[in-house]
């Protein structure tokens, strides 16, 4: 498959939603943010990543740059990061929430960044190459900006690692067949990819870590899976009439039997720039 023949999904393109639709998006983006388990996938990173203080470092595809803050944060005051995303009206919410720490925010194409080679100690990007176009282009564009010696971390999900319990397994095989490539990306398995990617390219002290999300309660998965998501209407799922109901109501049974289960790997993937 050639990259233009990749459909997109919305957090490709946030600015062309409709902005109902990016507030939307942008809110789930804070719910994810405070999800135990994402937050687990963090401090996995973060531990990858290994800032240290003074660094600078770029967190490419931003979002509203609540980690980008968090980082800037661990580096101490004489850090400094640089939140880039691709959609403008991320950006200003970012920069709504700017709390003074050492953080400035700009759009900017992850694969086509206005930044000079080598200029920063290290790079964040977390949950954006799934949703891009080219991430071998994105890749590079990373490893360019990086120092020799600085190193790069890759936080991405694995879709095709989605599993359920609780729920008719042919149902929920013929949702997730139904989500692949419009709320789920097509790229669905571009967390595994990554370790293989930056060991081609010749990156150094390449970790791998595969974060392996549980979701016990309905509730706590449809803030990441968008089929738990009661808020992902109909007119999203684009599913045959009644598919989506009788989901719903398998969920709900399981939620209120307890024993409703589903889960997630996500990769946290970090290697060192050759010197
Ligand atoms: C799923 S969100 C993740 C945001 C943030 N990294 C986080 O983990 O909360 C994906 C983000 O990548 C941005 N994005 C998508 N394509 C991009 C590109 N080519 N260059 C830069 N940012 C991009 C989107 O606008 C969105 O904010």
Not at 16 to 38: N, V
Not at 264 to 271: D, Y
Request: glycine share 10%; proline share 6%; net charge negative.
């Amino acid at each position: 498959m050639t990259p233009a023949q990749i459909e997109r999904t919305p957090f490709a393109d946030l600015d062309g939603q409709p902005s109902e639709m990016t507030a939307m998006l942008l809110a789930a983006l804070d719910e994810m943010g405070r999800h135990p388990e994402i937050l687990r996938v963090r401090q996995t990173a973060v531990r990858a990543l290994r800032p240290e203080a003074g660094q600078r470092l770029l967190d490419a595809g931003s979002g509203a740059g609540d980690v980008s803050r968090w980082l800037a944060a661990e580096m101490g005051p004489t850090g400094e990061v640089l939140a880039v995303d691709s959609s403008s009206a991320t950006i200003a919410v970012a920069r709504q929430r700017h709390d003074g720490s050492n953080v400035d925010y700009r759009t900017g194409d992850v694969c086509a960044l206005d930044l000079a080679a080598d200029s920063f100690d290290g790079v964040w990007c977390e949950r954006v190459l799934q949703h891009v176009d080219d991430a071998e282009r994105g890749i590079s564009e990373l490893v360019r900006i990086t120092r020799p010696g600085g190193r790069i971390c890759l936080i991405d999900t694995d879709w095709g690692s989605l599993a359920f319990d609780g729920v008719p397994p042919g149902l929920a095989r013929q949702v997730m067949e139904l989500m692949h490539g419009r709320l789920t990306p097509k790229q669905y398995d571009m967390g595994r990819t990554l370790r293989r990617r930056l060991v081609a390219r010749g990156l150094t002290q390449v970790t791998a870590t595969p974060v392996t999300c549980l979701f016990a309660t309905p509730a706590s998965a449809a803030v990441v899976l968008p089929m738990i998501n009661p808020l992902v209407g109909q007119d999203a799922w684009m599913a045959p009439p009644g598919v989506r109901d009788e989901w719903f109501s398998h969920v709900d049974a399981a939620g209120a039997r307890g024993d409703f289960l589903a889960v997630l790997t996500i990769w946290v993937v970090a290697g060192s720039v050759g010197q």
